[in-house]
């Protein structure tokens, strides 16, 4: 069950699942006993809860972002919701991944196939100079490639999840394809190459725990940040292929303004048209998986306050045929 479902229900309501450490501490009580005080996570939540009269054995196993098996009872502390825990053990590998693709913590669609659909998409490039970059980013560096399959879109919001890169990367690609169909003018090699390209420096830029889940910022990641992390990888890859310089600058403008202005973490809006369309695709896939995820903490036919996005999210009551 999500937890976001869990706390609608009433107190004394069970939990038994696997779920996420996102916070872990132990501390003492006024009787001097031990308690594990921490938060458990999934997309939906970040639920408080107490271990109490904690062993050894789980103060071991219970991991700041970890992923696990927990049994629990829903309590409330000060009118908000509380999970008291009574067990946690440590589930196989396979029922992780099972479990993360169920609560949203993984993307939704198998990793490999997505990955497949990148690879026949840059098949598909005409353009000889952009795609020797492109395999030579997507395909040559395998130590890149591994870690770009799984990696998160985000820190938190949109994509935070495994795979979460890779998904929003193919989604903002394939709607660069269903535009380019529409509207002949539009370089249509160029803006698959910088839909393809627009985040790779996320790899370098969010640090991940050992299960691919992200935790936080790297040191270059907090002092740089993607955009400037993606540009010079661009500029690696091209000079290792022979890139021309007008070609290189045009893919290190459309990285370095697809957040659109400066408020918004580019130092240049958008110069050229496939930088534009780049930066509202890229916008538009974020808006629609943060959209989802929103809405999906709501009842339906009842609203959820969204504060990522500064609004009441509505999930309708019915699905219509």
């Not at 098949?123 to 000889?128: H, L, R």
């Not at 790899?203 to 270059?220: C, H, L, Q, Y």
């Not at 629609?288 to 009551?317: H, M, V, W």
């Amino acid at each position: 069950m999500k937890l976001g479902e869990l706390v609608k229900n009433p107190k004394g309501a069970r939990l038994a699942g696997i779920y996420r450490i996102s916070r872990f501490e132990v501390k003492t009580a006024k009787n001097g006993k031990t308690y594990g005080d921490c938060f458990i996570s999934d997309h939906s939540l970040d639920v408080p809860a107490k271990y109490w009269d904690i062993s050894n054995e789980s103060v071991i196993t219970l991991q700041e972002n970890f992923v696990l098996r927990i049994e629990a009872t829903l309590d409330h502390f000060k009118e908000a919701p509380q999970l008291i825990i009574d067990n946690v053990s440590i589930p196989s590998r396979q029922e992780i991944d099972e479990a993360l693709k169920q609560l949203g913590m993984m993307a939704s669609q198998d990793i490999e196939q997505l990955y497949e659909a990148l690879t026949a998409m840059i098949a598909g490039v005409e353009c000889k100079s952009l795609k020797q970059i492109l395999d030579y980013i997507f395909v040559g560096d395998k130590l890149f490639v591994e870690k770009f399959k799984r990696h998160p879109g985000a820190v938190k919001n949109h994509h935070a999840c495994i795979g979460g890169l890779l998904q929003h990367t193919l989604e903002v690609a394939a709607s660069a394809q269903d535009y380019c169909a529409r509207y002949a003018r539009v370089n249509k090699d160029i803006l698959l190459a910088v839909a393809l390209v627009h985040d790779i420096g996320k790899v370098r830029e969010i640090e991940v725990d050992a299960f691919g889940m992200p935790v936080g910022f790297t040191k270059e990641g907090k002092l740089l940040r993607h955009i400037y992390l993606g540009m010079e990888m661009v500029e690696q890859a091209c000079r290792q292929v022979g890139v021309e310089e007008e070609l290189r600058l045009i893919l290190k403008h459309c990285i370095y303004s697809h957040h659109g202005q400066a408020e918004w973490g580019s130092p240049v809006e958008p110069m050229i048209l496939e930088a534009e369309i780049l930066h509202y695709l890229d916008n538009l896939s974020a808006k629609t998986e943060q959209f989802i995820r929103e809405e999906d903490k709501a009842l339906p036919g009842g609203f959820n306050r969204s504060y990522t996005l500064r609004r009441d999210i509505y999930r309708p009551s019915e699905e219509w045929t």
